[in-house]
Nanobody
């Protein structure tokens, strides 16, 4: 019912920037809260940021002030602008939304930050 496809990952030096995109399709996408999560090797998946259907945003403490989540409901897109990247931001980043009966995840996009 819902399909999420991430893009925009890559290799960047510390202090650099990347913008991740999530293309969403399916039922009631524009009315859903959308999240970004990340998972580094050997670590648990970590919530990064969320944006409600109305545009209210929230951030994890580790990215607050550096990352910005946004959405374009006309295009069914969600973005994560990542600035001042640090090596500890290296992870696979996943787009997510919660449905009535299940969670929906994208396939992930890899972000690697070199020191």
């Amino acid at each position: 019912q819902v399909r999420l496809v991430e893009s925009g990952g890559g290799l960047v030096q510390a202090g650099g920037s990347l913008r991740l995109s999530c293309a969403a399709s399916g039922s009631f996408v524009t009315s859903r809260t959308m999240d970004w999560y990340r998972q580094a090797p050997g670590k648990q998946r970590e919530w990064v940021a969320a944006v409600t259907s109305g545009g209210t945003t929230n951030y994890g403490d580790s990215v607050k002030g550096r990352f910005t989540i946004s959405r374009d409901n006309a295009k069914n897109m969600v973005y994560l602008q990542m600035n001042s990247l640090k090596p500890e931001d290296t992870a696979a980043y996943y787009c997510h939304t919660q449905g009535a009966l299940r969670d929906y995840w994208g396939q992930g996009t890899q972000v690697s930050v070199s020191s």
